[in-house]
């Protein structure tokens, strides 16, 4: 396999219908099946590691959402299930026929050296009876697990597999190529940058996810190993589901594109509290907006380019359309009525006001209440400003994470 490969994204969308959305849907109701009379509540042994990340912290939204998305239980070959508790121990965990169960320590991982808020969470990835592991702080080993004695040996430490700017990655998914000594695997790494294009200065929190190729070793005992990158891909949304072929290609499921990683991008400490909105017209100011929700309303606040009076001020709210532009000097359009919502409103119930003459707030009646927009548009775009979410609402979004990461020791 060469050393670096182009990688070409071929993208097939799923779009979904959400005229069937209910919105007094609550929660499923496990239905038993398959000679399945009753579910067990088994308390871990030792509970995972979910750090707490303080209210006024200025974490990005998808960074938030890909952190409560994380599975902390991973299967293992031969049936079962590893965890890494808060010690960052692996643990092995299994159901027994005699409805026992049965967890044993199999490995201790090297604590992170790094800052707590600066870790990922710890991943791993399994290709037969290799296991491939990150500390979520730098370091990569890989393992072999004997699933019939419930052993992990030590294969080496793996070099190479890192993220630019100090990130760290995840581990998504990994293969043994048959008839050779190569391991793929796949990671990502989340990273807040800006575009090195002059006329759009916009920030986002990318996902960064490569190709990684591991020269196993022939002979046994302790190595020190080294990854290659074989291609890597760029998208704004977290990775849900990956998958490597037989012949080296990978699969991804994600809510937006990837690209391939070929524009250039520079870091930045923190992202400004408006971003600029794309726009067809390069010669053009974008706009700059920010929009927050709650379960019935959504609420866009749009900074004007110049000092407007209310009656220069054009919104039409439609069912599925927000049109808004403002006219002397010269007309701007602010929301073009071409681009479909994320979903129904209200246009009776949905308002706007004008402060100061340069603060445009657009205040929009949820058609379905309780349910959440992952985004203002029906869409995907490059570029899409992210919802800003408040301190109280991360607050809850974190109180609810620990509820479905078992924070209490439960699985």
Known sequence: ??????????????????????????????????????????????????????????????????????????PAPGGGTFFIDGDYKLIYFAFEKDEKHTFKTLHQIPVPQCEPDQR?????????????????????????????????????LVAGITAEDDNHIILTASRHVQNSNQLLCLAYSMSEVISSEATSKKSALTFDLNLWSIKLPTSPGHHLLSAEQLSGLSGYSVPLFAAIESNGAY????????????????????????QPAPTNHPTEQPIEYMWTQTPTDITISIRLPHITLKRDVHVHFGPTTLHAKIQPPKESELFSPDRPLFDSIVPSESLWTLEN?????????????????????????????????????????LESMEKYTGAEGEV
């Not at 699969?251 to 408006?274: C, F, H, T």
């Not at 340069?358 to 995907?380: C, P, V």
Request: aromatic residues 8%.
């Open 251 to 274: 699969i991804i499921g994600s809510s937006n594109p990837y690209e391939s990683l070929s524009q250039p991008y520079a870091p930045i400490s923190a992202p400004p509290p408006m």
């Open 357 to 397: 003459n340069r603060t445009l707030t657009l205040y929009i009646q949820k058609a379905n209440a309780k349910t959440r927009w992952t985004g203002l548009w029906n869409d995907e775009r490059e570029g899409d400003v992210e919802e800003t979410v408040d301190p109280s609402e991360m607050a809850g979004f």
């Open 1 to 74: 396999m060469p050393a670096h490969v182009n990688a070409h994204a071929v993208t097939t969308s799923i779009t979904p219908d959400r005229s069937l959305l209910n919105p007094r849907f609550e929660n499923y109701k496990l239905k038993l099946s398959g000679g399945v009379t009753s579910t067990q509540l088994i308390p871990l042994s030792q509970t995972v590691r979910v750090d707490k990340v303080p209210s006024v912290s200025f974490l990005p939204y998808r960074k938030l959402e890909a952190r409560s998305a994380f599975n902390h239980l991973f």
């Open 120 to 156: 990922e969470y710890p991943s791993l990835t399994c290709a037969g009876k290799l296991v491939l592991l990150s500390n979520g702080g730098g370091l990569t080993q890989l393992l072999q697990f004997d699933h019939v004695e419930k052993t992990m040996s030590l294969v080496g």
